[in-house]
């Protein structure tokens, strides 16, 4: 069983973040970066599969579009036990839509032919929750989203399927097929020191927009960020200052004299 | 230049979303605005009843497509016959409300039809003859304002409680049938029935005072605390999502769009960011304290009383303060 699974690099939890000169994305070069939180839980969904398959010759790849850094992301992939990485990295990638990065993604996967793409089922940075659901049909595969099971039967998948208040379904779909992963499928395990030695010597494929064979055309956007603001604030929040034990009074006495819950 | 909109319906259980009418005041006041038509098409099986009902909003009409094959949702079923009223009526803009259904289908829809597709949608503005879409990015810190490109038609999901239902136009509108048959073999997908987890042992909906813990609470050892302030005001202890997947409370402690929904007298969130998919489940809250070391945090846009700080400075105190104020 061949297994694809799509990482995204977005910045850390914990950075600061600060707009750009032009308000057109956040300022990159003093953040931190991480792999985009449901695409962990992707990984660990495709290794877990692998491990548990009958027979040999299963492969986890991972394939990630993004400037030079994302290597990291890679690296940690591997050092994981993904087995090889596709590194998507060209100048004309820059600022893609779903649709391009998809489209982008399309083109290295088709070549590999995999049995099951997993994806995150949304990123932390665009939030656009498509790239994943837009390459299920440029591959052609049938798909199912924010998914918080599988089971493999045969040649068919059985998978829960989150929806909306604690509610969920089973699906069943035919393989070839893509998922979109949900965070807290499973508990993501840590790259060991023997995982993170071996990673080093795992194949990693550098792929340029010609050696995917696409025109920068193939990925004009079908939509573009003119400006990013920081949320008006509907401001009718009362900040509470001071040292800890006066922040602490003053809110005690606000809930018992105001709010009346006390 | 009139803008046409067609505007896809949800149900579920006979009934329609409120996403749908949500939706529907979307594109009646993205069409109104330039003199152009706003329909809304419908997709199941014995669905006339509910059809009706949406003839009772102002819409130049409702596109009923009724099969067995429809009976559930399936994505393959939507998307093939979504694109092919599409195709055929050529709106400027289809509108979605930001649904787990949408997730599911619209993107795939986009694909299909070489379409653009701008998700989970607050709100627009018309510049010039265009619409610009605004948007959350970074989990909510950031608001973009985002230009659709390309050819119609564009895609448009609006975030839940974005735009209100009872905004909604009310007229006589007139159902139309039309007929789609859909090839077999189309549906790939085989869905089973909606249910539940059985272990949900909490009913959060009940409780007059809940304290949250989010991920800024690092570990699961410090939920002591947590729990220390619950009990000192009374209530119970709920979580956002990541503090329930990393297994550190139960799921159904979660709070938000895919937990429980609360509205008690107060709610206590720490170190919580205040991502939409959480407010959603708690901003009917009466009163709101969010306790976070980021002043920049989604959360103190709907708090009552904010602290910018760490909560572990803050919690021990006001466990203090809170207890002598109930002795007393
Ligand atoms: C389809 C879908 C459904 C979802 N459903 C839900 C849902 O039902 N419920 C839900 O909660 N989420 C849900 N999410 C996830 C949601 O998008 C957010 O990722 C999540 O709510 C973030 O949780 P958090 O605020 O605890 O963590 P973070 O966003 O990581 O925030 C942690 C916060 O803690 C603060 N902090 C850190 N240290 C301290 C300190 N010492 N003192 C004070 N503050 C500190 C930080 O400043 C930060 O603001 C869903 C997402 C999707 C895509
Ligand atoms: N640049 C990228 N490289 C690899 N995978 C990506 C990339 N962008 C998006 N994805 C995948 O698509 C999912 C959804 O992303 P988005 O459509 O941006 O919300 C992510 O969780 C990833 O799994």
């Not at chain 1, 035919?174 to 807290?184: D, E, N, V, W, Y």
Request: contains cysteine; aromatic residues 6%; hydrophobic residues 40%.
């Amino acid at each position: 069983m061949k297994i694809a699974v799509c990482l995204k690099q977005v910045p850390s939890r914990d950075s600061y973040l600060r707009l750009n000169s032009t308000s057109t994305w956040v300022q990159e070069t003093d953040i931190g970066f991480e792999v985009n939180e449901p695409d962990v839980y992707a990984l660990e969904e495709a290794l877990r599969l692998k491990e548990t398959a009958e027979g040999t010759g299963h492969e986890v790849i991972v394939c990630t579009l993004g400037p030079a850094r994302a290597q990291q992301a890679i690296k940690e992939a591997l050092a994981k036990g993904a087995d090889r990485a596709l590194h998507l990295e060209d100048a004309a990638f820059e600022g893609l839509d779903s649709f391009g990065t998809a489209r982008a993604l399309a083109a290295a996967l088709s070549k590999e032919t995999p049995d099951l793409v997993v994806t995150g089922l949304q990123s932390d940075d665009l939030g656009c929750g498509q790239t994943g659901v837009i390459l299920a049909e440029l591959l052609g595969l049938a798909h199912s989203t924010i998914i918080m099971e599988i089971k493999l039967e045969g040649q068919k998948l059985k998978v829960k399927r989150e929806l909306e208040a604690g509610w969920f379904q089973w699906i069943e779909l035919p393989l070839p097929a893509l998922l979109t992963i949900q965070s807290g499928i499973n508990k993501p395990r840590y790259a060991t020191l023997k995982g993170i030695m071996g990673a080093k010597s795992k194949p990693m494929r550098k792929l340029s927009l010609a050696d995917l064979g696409l025109a920068a055309s193939d990925l004009n956007p079908k939509q573009r960020i003119l400006s990013m603001n920081l949320p008006i604030r509907k401001a009718k929040t009362e900040f509470l200052e001071g040292n800890p034990k006066e922040i602490a009074a003053r809110l005690a006495d606000k809930l018992k004299n105001e709010a009346r819950v006390l | 230049m009139p803008i046409d909109v067609l505007i896809v319906a949800e149900h579920q259980g006979g009934k329609l979303a409120r996403a749908t009418w949500e939706a529907v005041a979307a594109g009646q006041s993205m069409a109104a605005d330039s003199g152009g038509a706003a329909s809304v098409v419908i997709l199941g099986n014995q669905i006339s009843a509910l059809a009706d009902e949406l003839a009772k909003a102002r819409l130049s009409e409702v596109l009923a497509v009724q099969s067995e094959l429809l009976s559930n949702y399936t994505v393959d079923g939507y998307v093939f016959v979504l694109a092919k009223v599409i195709r055929e009526r050529a709106p400027d803009y289809v509108v979605l409300g930001h649904t787990y259904q949408t997730r599911d289908f619209a993107p795939k829809l986009a694909a299909v039809l070489g379409a653009g597709f701008v998700s989970d949608c607050l709100g627009y503005r018309k510049e010039n003859t265009k619409l610009i879409f605004n948007r959350q990015v970074f989990q909510g810190k950031f608001e973009a304002d985002v230009e659709p490109r390309g050819q119609p038609p564009w895609l448009i999901s609006f975030q839940s409680g974005s735009f209100r239902e009872d905004s909604v136009e009310r007229a006589e509108s007139h159902v139309s049938a039309v007929q789609i048959e859909i090839p077999p073999g189309t549906i790939r997908t085989q869905p089973g029935e909606r249910f539940r987890e059985a272990r949900q042992t909490v009913d959060l909906g009940q409780a007059e005072i809940i304290v949250a813990a989010g991920r800024g609470i690092k570990s699961p050892d410090h939920l002591e605390m947590v729990k220390k302030l619950a009990e000192a005001l009374g209530g119970e202890v709920g979580a956002s999502r990541p503090v329930c997947d990393s297994g550190w409370l139960p799921m159904d402690r979660q709070i938000g769009s895919s937990g429980q929904t609360v509205a008690p007298k107060l709610y206590v969130a720490l170190g919580i960011s205040g991502a939409i998919q959480h407010q959603v489940g708690m901003k009917g809250s009466r009163t709101i304290v969010a306790v976070n070391k980021d002043k920049e945090a989604p959360i103190f846009e709907i708090a009552t009383y904010g602290i910018v700080g760490d909560l572990f400075e803050i919690v021990p105190p006001l466990i203090e303060e809170i207890r002598k104020i109930k002795a007393g």
